[in-house]
C-alpha cells in the first residue's frame, strides 16, 4: 500500500513551524509496511487542497491529510473537502457535546462562540474519528477504492487520532506489502569511506534490498530495506555490514546516539554527568529526552557565567584568567569537576563561543572546546564550526556524544 | 514570483528525519516576497524526481530542489536533472580541485575514492553554485522562464548556497511583488476566545489582507499579511489588534517566547536562573538558544536525582519524603534554591513524570509541577499532560516560559 500526506497550512510555507506531523506519521506508516511515497505542504486555499486532493488520490491508495481544522477563519478546509466528494457539511451531535463539555470545563460561565460550534461540522457520511484530546475531529472517508484521512494539525490531536482511530484501522488491511528494514548506527568513518569498506557487500545486494546511507554529524546511519519476500533474507546482508564495520557500530538498530547512550550506560551500571556553557542544557535534555536516562544520569551543569563554573564546577580562577572560559584547561576542569560534584563515571564538558556575538580574532565564532572524562582519563578536542548558533550548539552536542561514546567503546575492551 | 520546494530522499518520507530544511528556506525566500506555494517530498527515484520537476515547474517561476546530492550510490539525482533538461553530466575542474583539496585536508595519506570524483559532475551548461563549506557543488538551470536551483540536503551546505549564491541573484529580480507582514504574540487568550475579541477588526480588513491565527501552547501567534498595495496599511491594523489585545502582548513582531523573555530580561537587567527535573535541561537550552541570553543567564542545573536537589538547591529531605520529588513544595524549594544560589531575580523550577515508566495512580505520567519564583512570590501551578515524553517535556516547557512571562508583566506593572 503506498501513502501519501498532505499538509494544509501556510505556517509550514512560510517556514513558521517545521512539519515534524509528516515525519511521525511516516514513522507509524512504515512500521506497518505502508510507504510514504510523497508529502506535500500547501496553502490553506480551496483550490490548492482539491489539487493536491486529486493528484494524491491518483497516484496512492492512502491519503493522509493534517491542519485546517481549527477554529478560526483561515480554514476553508472542510468545505473545500465537502466539495470534493461532492458532500455537504453536517453538524454531528456527539462532537458537538463533547466540544461543549470541553469548553465549559475551560471557561464554566461563558456561552461557547459560533466558531466552536462549527468544530463539530462534518462532512455528510464521513466516518467520524472522535477526538478525546481536542476539538476538532478527524473525518476518515473511502472513496472509489482509496482511503481518505483528515485529521487536526495541532500534533498531540494528530497523534492521538492516528494512534487510535487510524493504525487500527490499517491494521486490519489485508493488502499490505511486506518491507523490511534493517539499520546500522557507524561512528568514525566517513559516508565515502564507509562505502569504499562496504562496496562488495552492496554490490551483491539482490534487486529488491536496498542499503540508504544518512550521514550525520559524527557518524552515519545505514538502511537496508527489503521489499517483498527474497530469498537470501535482509539479515543475512546486516549482519554482514555489522562484521565488516566492528568496532565501528554504535547500534544494530535505528536508535539515536542518545538513546545508545542510556542504554549502554544504564546496562553497564554507569552515571553520566554533564557540565555545560556554550551547548546551554542541550546536551543534558538530549540524555534526559530518553526514556530511562534516570538511570543513568543524576546531574547537569549549565555554566554560562564563568563565576558559576567557578563556584560549582571548581574551575579554577587562575585557569580562567590566564587561558580564558573557552580553553582547554577550563573544559577539562569543568568535566572532571561535575564528574566528582555529582558523583559519576563519565562527564562531558562544553565551552565555546556559539555566536553570532562574542567572537574575537583569536577565537572566532564557532571555537568550540570539548572535554570528555571517564575512567581513566580526560581527553578534549578543540572544533572550528563556522554555522549559525543553533548548528553550532548542535554540531557541539552530536560531537560531544561521538567522544563519549569513542572513550566509553575503548574504556570496555581495556 | 511563486516557488516550490522540492527535498528528494527517503529519509523524510520514512520519517528519519524531519524536514527543516524547507522551513528555513520558506522564511528566506519570505523576506524576499517570494511566496512558496508547496513543498513536495520525494523518494530519490528517476520517476518521482521528472514527475516533480514537471509539476512544480508548471506551477512555480522558481523551484529549489534540496538534496540527492551526497556521494553515494542511493542518488540519482544528478543522472534525472540532466535527463530532464536534455543535457549530459560534465566534470567540473574547479569543483574537482575543490572535491581533492578538501578529501586531502581530512585524509593526507588516502586515495579518494572515485564516488567523491563523481561529486564534480554537474549539469552542461548549468551555473555551478560553488560551495565553499562542502563537496557537492548546487546548480542553477534556467529553463523557459522558469528558474531552477539544486542544492545538497545537508542543512549547513545548503543554507550556505542559498544565502551566498541564491538570495543574491534572486534579489536583483525586479518583478517581485509586495507582500508585507505583522505579528503579535500573544499570550492568555485561547484562540477563539482571541478570535472574538478582534472579530470588528478581522471583519474590517480589506480584501488584500489576511490575518491568520497560529496557536501554540500557552500562546497564539497572529499574522497579518498585506498582499500588494494597500489604501490602509497594514500598520494600522496591526496596531489595532495590539491596542485591543493589552496586555495579552508578548511581542509586536515575530519572535518565540524564549526570544521576548530574553530580550526583556537583558534590557531591564534581569537575570533568570533554572532548575530542572523532569525537563532535564530544555528550559536552559531554548534560553541559551538566543543569541544574547548570556545578559540575563548565568546558571542552570538539571537536579535529575534526589540527591542534587538537596545537595545543590537545598531542597530539604522531610520536602521529599513527606510529598516526593514531584510536589508542590519540591518545585517551591528548587526555584527558591536555584535562585539563590544563582544569584538571580527570577528562577523556573520543574518537576513531573514526564514518561512513558515512572507513573504511580497518584501521580500518573504527565503529572508536572512548575515553579517560578519572583521578585516578590513564588508561583507553582499543577498539570497533567497525558501524552508522551517529548511532547509532555515540550508542554511543560511553554507552560513555564508563559507562567514567567506573566509573572514579569504582573511585576513590572506594579
Redesign the interface.
Known amino acids: 500500500m503506498n501513502a501519501e500526506i498532505i499538509t494544509i497550512g501556510?505556517?509550514?510555507?512560510?517556514?513558521?513551524?517545521?512539519?515534524?506531523n509528516?515525519?511521525?506519521?511516516?514513522?507509524?506508516l512504515?512500521l506497518l509496511n505502508i510507504?510514504?511515497?510523497?508529502?506535500?505542504?500547501?496553502?490553506d486555499t480551496a483550490e490548492?487542497i482539491s489539487n493536491a486532493l486529486n493528484?494524491a488520490s491518483k497516484r496512492a491508495d492512502l491519503i493522509i491529510v493534517t491542519g485546517g481544522l481549527?477554529?478560526?477563519?483561515?480554514d476553508v478546509t472542510k468545505q473545500t473537502i465537502a466539495s470534493y466528494f461532492g458532500k455537504k457539511l453536517v453538524r454531528d451531535a456527539k462532537v458537538l457535546a463533547h466540544v461543549q463539555g470541553l469548553f465549559t470545563r475551560?471557561?464554566p460561565d461563558k456561552i461557547m462562540?459560533k466558531?466552536?460550534q462549527a468544530q463539530a461540522d462534518v462532512v455528510e457520511d464521513c466516518e467520524v474519528l472522535f477526538n478525546d484530546?481536542g476539538t476538532a475531529p478527524g473525518m476518515w472517508i473511502t472513496d472509489k477504492d482509496k482511503y481518505f484521512a483528515f485529521l487536526p494539525g495541532?500534533?498531540?490531536e494528530m497523534?492521538f487520532l492516528v494512534t487510535n482511530r487510524i493504525l487500527p484501522k490499517l491494521k486490519e488491511n489485508a493488502s499490505l506489502q511486506l518491507v523490511e528494514?534493517r539499520h546500522i548506527i557507524s561512528i568514525g568513518l566517513?559516508?565515502?569511506?564507509l562505502?569504499?569498506k562496504i562496496a562488495d557487500i552492496?554490490n551483491s545486494l539482490p534487486e529488491n534490498i536496498?542499503?540508504?546511507?544518512?550521514?550525520k554529524v559524527g557518524l552515519v546511519?545505514l538502511?537496508l530495506s527489503q521489499i517483498g519476500e527474497s530469498d537470501v533474507p535482509v539479515d543475512f546482508y546486516h549482519q554482514q555490514l555489522v562484521k565488516r564495520l566492528g568496532h565501528h557500530v554504535v547500534a544494530t538498530k535505528?536508535v539515536s546516539i542518545e538513546q545508545a547512550i542510556v542504554e549502554a550506560f544504564a546496562n553497564d551500571n554507569l552515571k553520566l554527568a554533564?557540565a555545560?556553557s556554550c551547548?546551554?542544557?542541550?546536551?543534558?535534555?538530549g540524555?534526559?529526552?530518553i526514556?530511562?536516562?534516570?538511570a543513568m544520569?543524576?546531574?547537569?551543569?549549565?555554566?554560562?557565567?564563568n563565576?558559576?563554573k567557578q563556584n560549582?564546577l571548581g574551575v579554577k580562577e587562575e585557569t580562567l584568567k590566564e587561558f580564558g572560559a573557552v580553553s582547554e584547561k577550563t573544559v577539562i576542569e569543568m568535566a572532571e569537576g561535575v564528574k566528582k560534584?555529582?558523583g559519576a563515571n563519565y562527564s562531558i564538558a562544553t565551552s565555546g563561543i556559539?555566536?553570532?556575538?562574542?567572537g574575537t580574532p583569536d577565537k572566532p565564532v564557532g571555537t568550540v572546546w570539548i572535554a570528555v572524562s571517564g575512567k581513566y582519563e580526560t581527553k578534549t578536542k578543540l572544533f572550528h564550526f563556522?554555522?549559525?548558533?543553533?548548528?553550532n550548539?548542535e554540531r557541539t552536542v552530536a560531537q560531544a556524544f561521538a567522544m563519549l561514546w569513542n572513550m566509553y567503546v575503548n574504556d570496555k575492551s581495556n
Chains 1, 2 share one sequence.
Open positions: 501556510d505556517e509550514i510555507l512560510l517556514g513558521q513551524i517545521v512539519d515534524s509528516s515525519a511521525w506519521i511516516g514513522q507509524q512504515n510507504r510514504v511515497q510523497q508529502i506535500t505542504s500547501i496553502s490548492a493528484l481549527g477554529p478560526t477563519k483561515d475551560i471557561a462562540p466558531v466552536n484530546v495541532v500534533p498531540f497523534k528494514h566517513g559516508e565515502s569511506f562505502a569504499e552492496e536496498k542499503l540508504a546511507y544518512l550521514p546511519r538502511r535505528d554533564t555545560e551547548t546551554g542544557g542541550s546536551i543534558a535534555s540524555i534526559t529526552g526514556s530511562g536516562a534516570s544520569f543524576d546531574c547537569g551543569i549549565v555554566a554560562y557565567h563565576r558559576i560549582l560534584l555529582a556559539a555566536g553570532p556575538g562574542g563556522r554555522n549559525d548558533r543553533a548548528i550548539i
